[in-house]
């Protein structure tokens, strides 16, 4: 298996412009998280899924930042518009089931916004 | 919210000793997981403990788990510069539909050739 694939790997763009971030899980895995890292805050959940349906989204920052799940091998991260303070490494992770399961990491999305 | 913090933060050892670090949690948990971040890189699963374990081995790794302190330990013996990474413990609190694991803050180990 591939593992969890993330893209792009890095993202430049100007505040206020939109930013799509992509993730395919591993196959056969039922819970896809997606995580934001900073060095001020650590490792932040922002919202997962199981089978595709949002179960925690309380992560999410604001309004600006939605996640989709169209299927069990794709998702979405979108942040419109951008902000500077935005800037981060975005991670997906997904593993066999949400709790105490092991969750496997892709290599990340390095966003920044200038 | 944090529910494990590890200490150190940061620790820098010379090749061959042995690193220890340890996690402590605030609630209740059903296991334990313990990630290694190399620099640039996605975290990487180590090793898991139940709640009804105390000790657990993986190679050069060694798990303790001691839930009436509500605390963890990892111990890397032998250090190899590879080791060099950032280390996070994860918890499973999960109770009802919530189902998620909390992360500490890490602690960053350096290890010198």
């Known amino acids: 298996d591939a593992g969890v694939i993330q893209s792009p790997r890095h993202e430049v763009t100007e505040m206020g412009q939109e930013v799509t971030l992509r993730c395919k899980p591993i196959?056969?895995?039922?819970?896809l998280f997606w995580y934001r890292q900073t060095m001020m805050r650590g490792l932040e959940l922002l919202i997962y899924?199981?089978?595709?349906?949002?179960?925690?989204d309380s992560g999410m920052p604001e309004d600006r930042f939605s996640a989709k799940m169209p299927n069990a091998s794709f998702s979405t991260l979108k942040i419109q518009p951008s902000e500077p303070r935005d800037s981060a490494v975005y991670f997906c992770?997904?593993?066999?089931?949400?709790?105490?399961?092991?969750?496997?990491f892709g290599p990340g999305t390095r966003l920044t916004v200038l | 919210s944090q529910q494990g913090e590890e200490d150190p933060q940061a620790l820098s050892i010379q090749e061959g000793e042995n690193a220890t670090m340890n996690c402590s949690y605030k609630?209740?948990?059903?296991?334990l997981q313990w990630y290694r971040q190399n620099s640039g890189r996605g975290l990487v699963h180590l090793i898991l403990?139940?709640?009804n374990e105390r000790e657990k081995h993986s190679g050069r790794l060694r798990v303790t788990l001691d839930t009436s302190k509500k605390s963890s330990s990892l111990l890397i013996t032998a250090s190899r510069a590879a080791d060099t990474a950032s280390y996070f413990c994860?918890?499973?609190?999960?109770?009802?539909?919530?189902?998620?694991?909390?992360w500490g803050l890490g602690t960053s180990l350096a290890v010198n050739p």
């Open positions: 992770a997904s593993s066999l089931g949400s709790g105490g399961y092991t969750q496997y």
């Open positions: 196959s056969g895995h039922n819970s």
């Open positions: 899924f199981n089978n595709n349906v949002p179960i925690d």
């Open positions: 609630t209740s948990i059903n296991n």
């Open positions: 403990i139940r709640s």
């Open positions: 994860a918890t499973d609190a999960s109770a009802g539909n919530n189902r998620k694991l909390i």
